[in-house]
Structure formats: structure tokens, C-alpha cells
């Protein structure tokens, strides 16, 4: 969306990523296991903005990238908000059932009701 819509908006992007450490805690794996798990986690957030970011270069969009670490990405998304100043926060929901929504809460959820902006959700 951005990158169809940058002549007319003129956008600075901020590409986020947030690897929720929690979620990759399982009590039945040998700890040397999990640190090589987050490991590779991070180390698919490094690769998932720099694919992104190759195309954000190749629009010609300005851009600058951030991975985060922590326990609910929605509130790490809207802190990163909160101290980078964004005027929006763009976000694709994930394709997750309404029922898991409602019963865990979504991190589309979270942002677009605690963020400090303006949230476009784009599917």
C-alpha cells in the first residue's frame, strides 16, 4: 500500500519487527535448544526487514528498520510508536481466527486501541 500510494503521501517508514521472546519458551526443551530457537527467530526478524527493506530502497521510500524484542508485541509496537513519534502506524493483521482473537486478544486489537496515532489496518 505504501509503496503504491508513496508519490501522494511522501512517507518516512520505520519497518518494525517484534520477536515475542514468551512465545518461544517451551518448558520441554533443553535450555541450549531454546537459546538456539530464539536464536533463529532473531535472526528471521533481521531477514524479514531486510527483504522489506530492499523494497522500500528499490520504491524509493525513506526508511529505517527496528527489531524489538519482548513479551506482547502490541505494547512494544505502541512504545516503539510513542518514542519514534509516528504520525501512523500501518499494520496487516494476522490471518488468525476471530474466536483465538477473542479469547487471547490480537496484537491488531491491542494497537489499534492503545496506540498513540492513527492505525491503518491493511489486509
Known amino acids: 500500500y505504501l509503496i503504491r500510494m508513496k508519490e501522494s503521501l ?7 519487527t ?19 530457537i530464539r ?11 531486510e527483504r ?13 528498520t527496528i527489531l524489538e524484542k519482548g513479551d506482547d508485541p502490541g505494547a512494544v509496537i505502541c512504545a ?3 518514542r519514534q513519534g509516528v504520525e501512523m502506524i500501518c499494520l496487516s493483521p494476522s490471518n488468525s481466527s476471530e ?11 491491542y494497537v489499534t486501541h492503545h496506540a498513540p496515532c492513527p492505525v491503518l489496518l491493511v489486509r
Open 10 to 16: 511522501r512517507p518516512t517508514v520505520t519497518l518494525l
Open 80 to 82: 516503539v510508536a510513542r
Open 18 to 36: 517484534v520477536i515475542s521472546m514468551s512465545n518461544l519458551a517451551y518448558r520441554c526443551i533443553p535450555d541450549f535448544q531454546q537459546e538456539m
Open 39 to 49: 536464536d533463529n527467530a532473531l535472526k528471521m526478524g533481521k531477514l524479514t526487514l
Open 99 to 109: 474466536m483465538s482473537d477473542l479469547v487471547f486478544g490480537s496484537v491488531a486489537n
Open 52 to 64: 522489506h527493506a530492499e523494497e522500500y530502497a528499490a520504491a524509493g521510500i525513506l526508511f529505517d
